[in-house]
């Protein structure tokens, strides 16, 4: 982790010829999450796409930055997560590295809805609609890094 990441948050533009990439670093605290929206928010800002569509992929990118830090960091807050944004005329897309324990959400069973609904339960339904908002869900870990991949594409734009 670089000097400039060591405080709660970093946000720049990376330097790209790309002008449509963004990258913000925060430590697994939960009480950042709200700097994660605005950050998606402010960028979905410069594309022009309905607002409920803008509010499915803050969700998203929310359930996934949430996990990691209740499953990969366990809750403590002296995790580092990186989450990067991508966009070309074809799709968005979200690259999240953590360096907490190994988490793929891909291995976590499809929640039973009406069950969930019916005995009031909170949580656990963030990985599948993550996966129902995105068409893409894509992880790896490769040394000592978890990497989340989350894609939209602009073109096929499915309801979710």
Do not use: C
Not at 46 to 74: F, G, K, T
Not at 128 to 146: A, H, P, R
């Amino acid at each position: 982790m670089s000097d400039e990441a060591r405080g709660n948050t970093l946000r720049k533009q990376l330097p790209d010829k790309d002008k449509y990439q963004d990258r913000l670093i925060i430590t697994s605290d939960l009480k950042l999450l709200y700097l994660v929206r605005q950050f998606v928010v402010n960028f979905m800002r410069q594309i022009p796409l309905p607002a409920d569509y803008e509010n499915r992929l803050v969700l998203a990118v929310d359930e996934a930055v949430s996990n990691i830090i209740e499953h990969a960091y366990e809750s403590k807050t002296d995790g580092y997560i990186d989450i990067q944004i991508a966009r070309n005329e074809k799709e968005i897309s979200f690259s999240i590295t953590d360096w907490g324990k190994p988490f793929n959400p891909n291995r976590v069973k499809k929640p039973d809805i009406a069950k969930s609904i019916k005995a009031g339960a909170k949580g656990g339904l963030g990985i599948f609609l993550m996966k129902q908002i995105m068409d893409e869900v894509k992880y790896t870990f490769k040394s000592g890094q978890n990497h989340l991949y989350l894609v939209k594409y602009l073109a096929l734009q499915k309801e979710a």
